[in-house]
């Protein structure tokens, strides 16, 4: 760089120091004058599904802990690491175990089986190298028997205990059984239509189900819909609500371990076809990996399609792979309209929780 650039450059910046910082009341001026007097506040601010959503907003109040997402110990993934899990419903054993080596050989690094009851899991995890891969199982039926014959078989196989990473989901509270990596007391949280009250009647599921689950770690499975941004903050709620339910007189400086797995239903509207599903699948996606899932599912338009489940798997390979989504641990750390958004989730969610726990 050159004398006569860096000169230049100087007097670039001279000039640009020469306007004052904007300030709120200066936003507050400007957006009434072209309101025609109106108040911007009440003009502009609009209810999303019960949150308060303002027309501007700053940094300077603090909102939650400064770290919500930390950079993940499996550098391999990434410091953003999600587990990349195909659902495999399991009607017959052999038939599920081909239908998950196939998506492990294909690009997932993960699997998740729905099952209607207890199984053959020597038959449906034949050659399946779990201390390598992410299993998650959901279980309507026979939960006890099933996590068992898990165990036997993790045990059979000697597989480190905490390498064998995946979550066991039965909407009860199951013993830990020694391990930090896989999760047995699993719930679900049911898609509502308003946020808040789907993670209030998630948490209570779970406090219904527990006696004393504040010390157990725990594996939440949630639906991911529509609105991008109030999902976001929906994962990142749960995270805090999390936090918070454990702090409170419990002298605990770390909360238990959380395992978060997201899933997408297929959306279909015939006018968008015949990628529509691909592109809502991929902001959904975007939006569970920035909120800050550990895994992650996504439904393919077409069950035994090919093509079809080959494109719901590759959306989690190409947001990490291409769009680099893995590379930092909490991307959206310090916004300032999520943390708003998602201290308002919060709040209203403890409102009505702190009683109960």
């Known amino acids: 760089m050159t004398c006569q650039t860096i000169a230049v450059l100087k007097e670039k910046k001279k000039k640009f120091s020469n306007f004052p910082p904007a300030t709120l009341h200066d936003w507050e001026t400007a957006a009434k004058e072209e309101l025609g007097g109106s108040d911007p506040w009440k003009k502009l601010s609009v209810d999303v599904k019960g949150l308060a959503i303002k027309p501007f907003y700053d940094g300077k109040s603090e909102l939650r802990p400064k770290a919500l997402l930390h950079p993940s110990p499996q550098t391999a993934l990434g410091p953003r690491t999600w587990h990349n899990c195909p659902r495999v419903v399991v009607e017959n054993e052999k038939e599920g175990n081909a239908q998950a080596l196939h998506h492990l050989q294909h690009g997932a690094d ?14 449906l995890l034949k050659g399946i190298e779990w201390p390598y891969c992410a299993l998650i199982f959901s279980v309507n039926e026979d939960a006890d028997d099933l996590l068992s014959r898990i165990t036997a078989f993790r045990s ?32 679900s949280f049911p898609l509502q239509d308003i946020p808040a009250e789907e993670l209030i009647n998630g948490f209570k599921l779970i406090a219904d189900s527990k006696s004393n689950f504040l010390n157990e770690p725990v594996a939440i499975q949630v639906e991911i819909g529509q609105d991008f941004f109030l999902e976001i903050a929906k994962l990142r709620a749960i995270r805090l609500v999390w936090h918070r339910i454990q702090q409170p007189g419990k002298g605990k400086n770390n909360p238990s371990p959380l395992f978060i797995h997201a899933w997408m239903r297929p959306w279909s509207e015939e006018r968008y076809q015949p990628h529509e599903n691909m592109l ?14 550990d895994a992650l599912t996504i439904l393919p338009d077409e069950k035994n399609h090919v093509l079809a489940s080959r494109i719901a798997r590759n959306v989690s390979n190409i947001l990490r792979e291409e769009s680099h989504l893995s590379k930092v641990a909490d991307p959206l750390a310090g916004t300032y309209f999520l943390e ?12 009505e929780l702190k009683q109960a726990v």
């Open 340 to 351: 708003d958004v998602t201290h308002q989730l919060v709040e209203k969610v403890w409102a």
């Open 280 to 293: 809502k699948s991929t902001t959904a996606a975007m939006a569970a990996i920035l909120g800050g899932c």
């Open 156 to 187: 059979k196989q000697k597989c480190d205990a905490n390498a064998c990473t995946g979550a066991f989901f039965a909407n009860k509270h199951e013993k830990a059984n020694g391990t930090e990596a896989f999760f047995t007391s699993g719930f």
């Open 110 to 123: 993960g699997v998740s089986f729905e099952l209607k009851g207890a199984a053959n899991v020597e038959i």
